[in-house]
């Protein structure tokens, strides 16, 4: 019989795992300091060495975060943290334009939808004020690529709904930049942009979730005409150059 030799990670990543579990289990809420090095290293027999590879794991998954130079709190890691990690994943596995935009059909109608029934009015005033900003730069004849990427994450935000927020930012941060690589080709494309965006905007305002919803797919159906008319192919692999 063959025996394999038993794969025992390296004592650092025990250490990261162990605490991982207490901060998702709620021992440690967020807002709450870890131990010292000192302690940690008596509670799990180990050099402070290995405690502090362990932390630096930590603070690279956004769990944990440093206040001053030795406090380390407890953290929840947010979208803007989170967002970035999956897109450079989503970019190794050679995604396509038509991948991210079948995602995008079924979550940004979704997320306009549900913001119509929710959004504050804090949260209205902040996509009307994205709304004139991108009229505005529209008539100077400069692209609403990155003012169009924030409008999506605000109605996200206005969905209440941190499963749909943390869902689509990802997809968000590769496909809405993909806008810039036919918007020269089409200058029809960013006032039909500024057309859509106004109707999103004029539903969650109303209250009228069906129109929101409505306007928010024809938006995204947009995309992929604009794409299609500019000759590029819908099976194209999203590149990293394509992002802001």
Do not use: C
């Not at 004592?11 to 795992?17: C, D, E, G, L, R």
């Not at 809420?29 to 502090?52: D, H, M, Q, W, Y």
């Not at 969650?204 to 306007?215: S, V």
């Amino acid at each position: 019989m063959e025996i394999e030799k038993l794969k025992v990670p390296p004592a650092y990543q025990a250490v990261s795992t162990e605490l991982q579990k207490h901060i998702l289990s709620g021992a440690l809420k967020p807002g709450e300091p870890l131990p010292s090095e000192i302690e940690l290293a008596a509670k799990f027999g180990v050099n402070r060495s290995t405690v502090r590879e362990g932390i630096r794991q930590l603070e690279s998954e956004g769990l944990v975060r440093r206040e001053g130079r030795k406090r380390l709190l407890v953290t929840v890691p947010h979208s803007a943290d989170l967002a970035p990690r999956t897109t450079r994943a989503l970019v190794m596995h050679e995604v396509t334009f038509h991948e991210l935009w079948e995602v995008a059909m079924v979550l940004e109608p979704l997320a306009a939808q549900l913001a119509a029934d929710v959004a504050t009015d804090a949260q209205i005033a902040a996509l009307k004020a994205n709304l004139d900003a991108t009229a505005a730069i529209v008539e100077r004849g400069i692209s609403p690529g990155k003012l169009d990427l924030e409008f999506h994450s605000l109605v996200s935000a206005a969905a209440a709904n941190k499963v749909l927020l943390l869902s689509r930012e990802p997809v968000g941060l590769l496909l809405y930049p993909a806008f810039e690589t036919f918007q020269m080709q089409l200058p029809q494309a960013a006032r039909r942009l500024v057309d859509a965006h106004r109707e999103v905007v004029a539903g969650i305002e109303r209250r009228d979730g069906a129109h929101a919803e409505l306007w928010m797919r024809k938006h995204v159906a947009d995309l992929k005409r604009g794409w299609e008319l500019a000759g590029l192919s819908i099976d194209q692999r999203i590149e990293p150059g394509v992002t802001p």
